[in-house]
């Protein structure tokens, strides 16, 4: 059965060397057509692996249900009991040994599943929102690539094995970030996300080495059951949690995520919100023992989760950038995560991760749909488009009430769930983190509703634009984008809407019951944030709900001059310092060459005066020089 | 007789050599100069080499030696100075001086030594 699991994680990636490599492949001859040719072919090898990847995950999934009971007691126990590992090959360093292992467990097809089929609705609708794009084949390609690495994560049995999928993962995210990379903020945004999410991945590395050379091994069965000191522990998960804030956009590191919103909007979609930041909340699920061990470690995670959801949830109260607003979103949500994860239930964050995985998808995919649709991504540029789009207005009203956590789409279970598992929390944070959750559950409903209330409802804004820089998806046309592009969105609906009765349905199966009290709580502050923005909004359907923020709008809007405020603490000194270091090698290293040559040749200057063409002066110098050693050798002696 | 006076009038000799060589103008007395000088280490051998009782009589075979090489030397010190002479029309060495580095201004000395013959 693990050739199943390598199957899956393969497939893509032999679909993605296909897909760069095949392409074109003697389509020379074809002229004006080779362009169609390489588009059609680019995606069959998008579509068809992947499709074949999500059946074999589905049934990983169902024969893992059938299993023996092997897991060891973590919340997917009863539901997926199975367990299936297998080392292709143990690799000797010499000191620590690292296995090429695949595993796969509840964990791993969870949320396998939600990677295959997020993939998979994403290539299809790129096949219709990157029909223009001459750089169609590359892009799909990346994104299998990426869908593979994200697999190998998910399926990793060793964290060195891990962390190569975790790595390609940056790179695939930074290559498709910087996919319009004729606009120079777009090179930018995706040069800032590989600079960022690698300051985390040192961390990272490091953890897993402290990890790994404690525990004798790389494999993460060994890591787990090996008996390591706390402080140790504590450090290699303090290490670890440096990588996931980077990967997962957390506070401090999560400035990246929102400039990603640079690439084009599936990416969005699929990197974005749904698979790759959840990789850092996947890994610390992995990984969950370890950091049960480090209290000290959950209490900074929950803090960091703290702060990020509300500020980052504030944020998107004030984006004007449709995609932006999405983005904030996005780390707010993962922050629920990892306060779940703080507060000691990985079951919370994972649900919470798959149905968030799920709605945010369909979030980006329907943004995506208004975009290519409107021509623009601001909000300000859209409106009443409720009539112009039913569709996509359906299956995002059903993606804005899962964000806000309305039942019964799956939001509201799942971060009820995370919500009671933070309220019966008990590290010395979590009160305050608790107080922070229920604060963003407000905001959230709050900028749900702004967004869409400022998209779908009020006076329509729509004007035909210009022909769009290269970022901007397409000219207004005022229809329905196409089919492929409407189909994912409305599969992806789906599970958003019923994932959360599910799993509820499968958690109270667990043992673990909907707590109605707390849900109605957060339910009506959730409800009073959308409804003030909606009392503001029928007050003045043309102005921004965003107003109510009063004076402190514009510092939400700029996410609290974070980016600022690292700009002047590390761009810049660094920056300086680089210019320092040129010049000093262009003033000190180049001029001691420099000198010394301009120095001989002056003291040769002097010599040469003596060189008149005198030769008896010449015989007088021997001479001289003559009788002084004769001098020094009488005298000497 | 005492060696003592041998050695003085070639050290006499050899000073009269010097100061020719080093101050005469004519090239034909600068080499009649070198030609005392050699004489004055000729007359120093023979004479150590009587003093020294040298059984081989290394100071004899090598003013022999020394007589030879100043020979030659001198034929071609004079086949030099007749050539000089012919093309310059003078033979005072003050005046020879188409060996001598071109001195320029200071301050423009850049990388010099390429274009200074």
């Known amino acids: 059965m693990i050739a199943v699991v390598a199957l899956i994680v393969l497939l893509p990636f032999a679909a993605a060397a296909a897909g760069l490599l095949a392409t074109r492949l003697g389509t020379r001859n074809l002229g004006p057509r080779a362009e169609r ?21 589905v049934w990983l999934a169902a024969s893992l249900a059938g299993g023996a009971g092997t897991s060891e007691g973590r919340f997917w126990s009863e539901l997926l009991p199975g367990r299936v590992e297998g080392t292709l090959t143990v690799v000797e360093t010499g000191s620590v040994p690292i296995s090429l292992t695949l595993r796969d467990d509840g ?84 040069v800032k996300a590989f600079l960022v999410t690698r300051l985390g991945d040192v961390g990272f590395l490091f953890g897993i080495f402290v990890l790994g050379t404690a525990a004798g091994g790389f494999r993460i069965d060994d890591v787990l059951r090996a008996d390591i000191p706390q402080g140790t522990l504590i450090a290699a998960t303090l290490l670890l949690l440096a990588g996931v804030a980077g990967k997962s956009a957390q506070v401090p590191l999560h400035t990246w995520l929102p400039d990603a919103m640079a690439g084009p909007t599936p990416i969005s979609a699929l990197i974005h919100a749904a698979t790759m930041v959840a990789a850092g909340i996947f890994v610390v699920a992995r990984l969950y023992p370890a950091f049960l061990a480090a209290p000290p470690t959950l209490d900074v995670l929950g803090v960091v989760a ?156 729509v004007e035909p634009l210009a022909e769009p820089p290269p970022g901007v998806a397409h000219v207004f046309d005022g229809r329905e984008a196409p089919r492929s592009m409407l189909w994912p969105a409305g599969v992806l609906a789906v599970p958003a809407l019923l994932l959360g009765l599910a799993g509820s349905a499968a958690g109270s199966a667990a043992g673990v019951k909907v707590e109605w009290g707390p849900a109605a709580v957060s339910l009506a502050v959730a409800l009073l944030g959308a409804g003030i923005v909606y009392a503001l909004w029928r007050s003045a359907p043309e102005q921004d709900p965003a107003r109510l923020l009063g004076p402190f709008r514009v510092p939400c ?25 040129v010049r000093t090698d262009a003033r000190v290293v180049d001029g001691a060459v420099r000198g010394s040559g301009r120095a001989t040749l002056g003291l040769s200057g002097l010599v040469r005066l003596a060189q008149n063409g005198n030769a008896q002066l ?10 002084l050693i004769a001098v020094a050798a009488v005298v000497l002696t | 007789m005492h060696v003592v006076y041998p050695v003085v009038i070639s050290a006499l000799l050899f000073s009269i050599g010097v100061y020719g060589v080093l101050a005469r103008r004519n090239a034909i007395l600068v080499l009649m100069s070198v030609e005392l000088m050699l004489n ?43 050539a000089v002479f012919r093309t310059r029309r003078t033979v005072d060495v003050d005046r020879l001086r188409a060996l001598a580095e071109v001195v320029r201004a200071p301050g423009s000395g850049r990388l010099d030594g390429e274009d200074a013959l």
């Not at chain 1, 680019?42 to 990847?53: D, E, K």
């Not at chain 1, 996410?559 to 300086?576: G, K, M, S």
Request: hydrophobic share 60%; glycine share 10%; aromatic share 12%.
């Open chain 1, 306 to 461: 703290a702060v990020g959801m509300l500020g980052a949830a504030l944020a998107a109260l004030a984006q004007d950038d449709l995609k932006r607003v999405l983005a904030y979103s996005t780390i707010s949500q993962l922050a629920y995560m990892g306060a779940a994860l703080a507060a000691g239930s990985d079951l919370a964050a994972m649900f919470h991760l798959v149905s968030h995985g799920a709605f945010k998808a369909l979030l980006f995919l329907c943004a995506g749909l208004v975009i290519h649709h409107v021509g623009s991504n601001l909000i300000s540029h859209m409106g009443g488009l409720r009539r112009a789009l039913p569709i996509t207005f359906w299956t995002m009203t059903i993606g804005f009430a899962a964000l806000a956590g309305l039942p019964p789409a799956s939001g509201f279970f799942s971060k009820d769930a995370v919500l009671s598992a933070v309220e019966h929390g008990t590290g010395p944070a979590q009160p305050f983190v608790y107080a922070s959750a229920l604060l963003t559950v407000g905001v959230t409903g709050a900028y749900a509703a702004r967004a869409w209330l400022r998209t779908f409802f009020g006076p329509a804004r």
């Open chain 1, 557 to 581: 809007e700029r996410a609290f001059y974070v980016d600022a405020a690292y700009a002047a603490l590390v761009a810049r000194p660094v920056l300086r310092l680089a210019r320092a270091v």
């Open chain 1, 618 to 627: 010449y015989v007088t110098g021997l001479f001289a020089g003559l009788v």
């Open chain 2, 40 to 82: 004055a280490v000729n007359l120093n051998l023979v004479a150590f080499d009587v003093w020294l009782r040298d059984r081989l009589h290394g100071g004899q075979v090598l003013t022999l030696f020394v007589i030879v090489i100043a020979a030659a030397e001198l034929g071609l010190g004079l086949a030099i100075v007749l």
């Open chain 1, 107 to 190: 964990l791993s097809v969870l949320t396998g599943i939600l990677v295959v089929v997020v993939a998979l609705a994403v290539q299809v609708y790129s096949v219709g929102y990157m029909r223009d794009e001459p750089r169609y084949p590359s892009y799909s390609a990346f994104v299998s690539l990426f869908t593979s690495a994200m697999l190998l994560v998910v399926y990793a049995g060793d964290l060195i094995v891990l962390y190569a999928g975790w790595e390609i993962m940056g790179l695939c995210s930074y290559l498709l970030i910087g996919h319009w990379w004729e606009d120079r903020a777009n090179s930018r945004a995706a």
């Open chain 1, 37 to 57: 040719v390489a588009y059609r072919r680019a995606a069959w090898f998008a579509i068809v692996p992947g499709g074949v990847s999500a059946a074999l995950t």
